[in-house]
T-cell receptor, first 113, second 114 residues
Framework: GDSVTQMEGPVTLSEEAFLTINCTYT??????LFWYVQYPGEGLQLLLK?????DKGSNKGFEATYRKETTSFHLEKGSVQVSDSAVYFC????????????FGQGTRLTINP | DTGVSQNPRHKITKRGQNVTFRCDPI?????LYWYRQTLGQGPEFLTY????????KSRLLSDRFSAERPKGSFSTLEIQRTEQGDSAMYLC????????????FGPGTRLLVL
């Protein structure tokens, strides 16, 4: 079935460090891919998305590229800030008309000043 | 656009009691989704409505769970005869019908079954 595997956390970095959170997926069709973020005490928010192979999603300095050949959608940011501390979820919507989001287990990121 | 709202935000109940949660989607969003999130895990899909029609239900949705969206606007999720394993965050999301796969989430209802 469709699934998402994320890099296990927690991840702790210093401010201005480079961030990568790995995400790989298994899907039977041609999925759309998403990164959602959950800041402390807040609901899930869409961070970025990509709907077809080789698309790059970007927002707030974060980027992720849809790689069909490696079934990956890794999240990157060049210089993290303390305010980026949150839980990050990789997710997909399977192709073929399905509407449900399938989430990874989440990666907790803490940025120290 | 006031966002997706959910009520109550927190619910504590005793095992065996029934509980009902409400979700108000973003106005004019035709699609509405329910997810469940347990501690340290990603959300898991429960069910999905397009307007008032319930189009998909997960196997996670046992016969103790029922969801409705009678007029195609707000939705309710009822859990009958609650069990301790039902303790979780229940999330609602909505999306527009056309050209929109992005789902917008509410703040969730945290349920604790004692």
């Amino acid at each position: 079935g469709d699934s998402v595997t994320q890099m296990e956390g927690p991840v702790t970095l210093s401010e201005e460090a480079f961030l990568t959170i790995n995400c790989t997926y298994t899907a039977t069709g041609y999925p759309s891919l998403f990164w959602y973020v959950q800041y402390p005490g807040e609901g899930l928010q869409l961070l970025l998305k990509a709907t077809k192979a080789d698309d790059k999603g970007s927002n707030k300095g974060f980027e992720a590229t849809y790689r069909k050949e490696t079934t990956s959608f890794h999240l990157e940011k060049g210089s993290v800030q303390v305010s980026d501390s949150a839980v990050y979820f990789c997710a997909l919507i399977p192709g073929g008309g399905a509407q449900k989001l399938v989430f990874g287990q989440g990666t907790r990121l803490t940025i120290n000043p | 656009d006031t966002g997706v709202s959910q009520n109550p935000r927190h619910k504590i109940t005793k095992r065996g009691q029934n509980v009902t949660f409400r979700c108000d989607p973003i106005s004019e969003h035709n699609r509405l989704y329910w997810y469940r999130q347990t501690l340290g895990q990603g959300p898991e899909f429960l069910t999905y409505f397009q307007n008032e029609a319930q189009l998909e239900k997960s196997r996670l949705l046992s016969d103790r769970f029922s969801a409705e969206r009678p007029k195609g606007s707000f939705s309710t999720l009822e859990i009958q005869r609650t069990e301790q394993g039902d303790s979780a965050m229940y999330l609602c999301a909505s999306s527009p019908n056309a050209g929109g796969e992005t789902q917008y989430f509410g703040p969730g209802t945290r349920l604790l079954v004692l």
